[in-house]
Nanobody, 121 residues
Framework: QVQLGESGGGLVQAGDSLRLSCTAS????????MGWFRQAPGKEREFVAA????????VYADSLKGRFTISRDNAKNTGYLQMNSLKPEDTALYYC??????????????WGQGTQVTVSS
């Protein structure tokens, strides 16, 4: 079992940066790939980025490459999502998840409650 908790969201202006954190409980965090997803009001949950168990492999949504960076520190049981040059369309509830490295929600077994990111223009 892995329990996940996101933090670091907030209200920012367009062009600003934020770093989200995902802290995991339990000793098995390093055995799972980690992913970030987001969901805007009225829209489906969409893939943002994923990283392999040891952090050696990463996958990004094409539209976010170059602005977002995923990383993890297994010694701290924590994953991160660095978001730069934020745009109003990045406004969403951001979730972290643990499971198999993939772009589909079905590949992930554990989910956090989400952290809100709001970008004003």
């Amino acid at each position: 079992q892995v329990q996940l908790g996101e933090s670091g969201g907030g209200l920012v202006q367009a062009g600003d940066s934020l770093r989200l954190s995902c802290t995991a409980s339990g000793r098995t965090f390093s055995t799972y790939a980690m992913g970030w997803f987001r969901q805007a009001p009225g829209k489906e949950r969409e893939f943002v980025a994923a990283i392999g168990q040891r952090g050696s492999g990463t996958v990004y949504a094409d539209s976010l490459k170059g602005r977002f960076t995923i990383s993890r520190d297994n010694a701290k049981n924590t994953g991160y999502l660095q978001m730069n040059s934020l745009k109003p369309e990045d406004t969403a509830l951001y979730y972290c998840a643990a499971g198999r490295i993939a772009t589909m929600t079905q590949a992930y077994d554990y989910w956090g409650q989400g952290t809100q990111v709001t970008v004003s223009s």
